[in-house]
């Protein structure tokens, strides 16, 4: 580990952690310890703090062929981020429920809701609510896929897209307790910039 960050060797987009700025123009992807807490995507403009103590942050863009999911920002516990570099899901495992942010377009600039139920990216999209998050009004919803899903979207000011902050849950054990505590720091931290 030096200076707060250790970098597992994985392909990634440009993004800084708190002060530590570390950048690539290679496509690929990283799994990070920052010292800060902090997450920040320059080129999708938002940011949001996590706890570096419990967390660990996992960053990729997605592949050209996809024409509406263009970021996730996957958080894992650090026992679950070792298990992914040490391969144990490789095969066809699936990963564990945990907390992702995706950014996906909005090139119609659809409203949120309409946007949602168009979007054919959440199974079974059930209970919605209003709710607001980093200032702005924001929709949370429940999917039911593999896991329990909770979401919230909300648009982007600054560019119109839409940032949607997912607590995955398998409905018992410790893992979820501690999901939902990084998937609350993140509602309460998230800010556009």
Known sequence: MMAGIMIASYPV???SAGNTNISSTISTKKLAYHSQGTYKSDRFRFQFNYSPKDFVVNY???????DVNLATV?????QHAQRIKA??????????ANVQVNVYKNSQRFP???????????????QFKTVKIAGRNAIQFQ???LYENTHIAV??????QIIIVTLSQIGSGNNDAIYRK???????SLKFI
Do not use: H, M
């Not at 990729?60 to 996809?66: D, E, I, K, P, V």
């Not at 648009?155 to 119109?160: L, Q, R, V, Y």
């Open 60 to 66: 990729q863009t997605s592949r050209r062929s996809s």
């Open 112 to 126: 949120l809701l309409t946007w949602i139920q168009q979007s054919q990216q959440f199974p079974a999209d059930r």
């Open 74 to 78: 996957d958080i894992w516990t650090k």
């Open 182 to 188: 990084a998937y609350e720091q993140v509602l309460k």
């Open 13 to 15: 987009q440009s993004f």
């Open 143 to 145: 999917a039911s896929g």
């Open 87 to 96: 391969g144990v899901y490789e095969g066809g495992t699936e990963y564990p």
């Open 155 to 160: 648009i982007n000011p600054k560019n119109s």
